[in-house]
């Protein structure tokens, strides 16, 4: 398995870049900020590497940073999110936007990134909320100093407060969350409340 590779930026492309390591080009998979912090080609460099093994392809992502890396890794381990829509949010959100994002349960600004509708975004807050503390997000960020409530959009929030609402009336949280997020994306982004307890409410009826 390749862990990093030091070498010649040979030829930047969107969404990657060709690294040249001893004469032999390893095609690599970025995220445009990785791709932003690599010196002019040909300039030498560096690159963490994470290698996915599938049946039909070894496949090379390249980072700038291990903090990116380990978002990267955390990201890739929700389900619906493989390697491309992580690079995406990481194209789209440092570490530290994504970690107040995540924090602030801010699915408009992780809908930003392509492949991110709704009803994965309220999965990513619903998973990864509560392990933004023990991720890498570099300077200036403090878990600890953020204001959930005040922090969200009042669309967001009523999300936010019908997950929390079914919660407390006994539905286990996963079950919740895919409810609501299937009402979301039905009655649209402006939905209040209680429209969205209600129809949630008859998602999760026994049929």
Same mark, same amino acid.
């Given at each position: 398995?390749? =862990?990093?590779?030091?070498?010649?930026?040979?030829?930047?492309?969107? %969404?990657?870049?060709?690294?040249?390591?001893?004469?032999?080009?390893? #095609?690599?998979?970025?995220?445009?900020?990785?791709?932003?912090?690599?010196?002019?080609?040909?300039?030498? %460099?560096?690159?963490?590497?994470?290698?996915?093994? /599938?049946?039909?392809?070894?496949?090379?992502? %390249?980072?700038?940073?291990?903090?990116? /890396?380990?978002?990267?890794?955390? #990201?890739?381990?929700?389900?619906?999110? &493989?390697?491309?829509?992580?690079?995406?949010? #990481?194209?789209?959100?440092?570490?530290?936007?994504?970690?107040?994002?995540?924090?602030?349960?801010?699915?408009?600004?992780?809908?930003?990134?392509? =492949?991110?509708?709704?009803?994965?975004?309220?999965?990513?807050?619903?998973?990864?909320?509560?392990?933004? &503390?023990?991720?890498p997000t570099g300077p200036g960020f403090s878990p600890n100093t953020m204001t959930v409530a005040a922090q969200l959009p009042p669309a967001d929030r009523a999300v936010a407060e019908a997950i929390s609402a079914l919660t407390n009336l006994g539905w286990k949280r996963p079950e919740a969350?895919?409810?609501?997020?299937?009402?979301?994306?039905?009655? &649209?982004?402006?939905?209040?409340?209680?429209?969205?307890? /209600?129809?949630?409410?008859?998602?999760?009826?026994?049929?």
């Open positions: 398995m390749i =862990g990093k590779l030091r070498g010649t930026l040979d030829t930047p492309f969107d %969404g990657g870049c060709i690294f040249d390591v001893n004469g032999v080009g390893y #095609l690599v998979a970025c995220s445009a900020r990785t791709l932003a912090a690599l010196p002019q080609a040909p300039a030498i %460099g560096a690159l963490l590497v994470e290698t996915v093994v /599938r049946e039909d392809a070894i496949i090379l992502y %390249g980072f700038a940073d291990a903090s990116e /890396r380990d978002w990267f890794r955390l #990201l890739t381990a929700i389900q619906g999110v &493989g390697p491309k829509v992580a690079l995406a949010l #990481l194209s789209t959100l440092a570490p530290a936007d994504l970690a107040r994002a995540l924090m602030a349960g801010d699915k408009g600004s992780l809908s930003r990134a392509p =492949g991110v509708g709704a009803k994965l975004a309220i999965r990513l807050i619903s998973e990864l909320r509560d392990r933004v &503390g023990a991720m969350v895919a409810a609501v997020a299937r009402v979301a994306e039905r009655l &649209g982004e402006d939905a209040a409340l209680e429209p969205l307890i /209600r129809e949630a409410l008859k998602e999760l009826a026994p049929r």
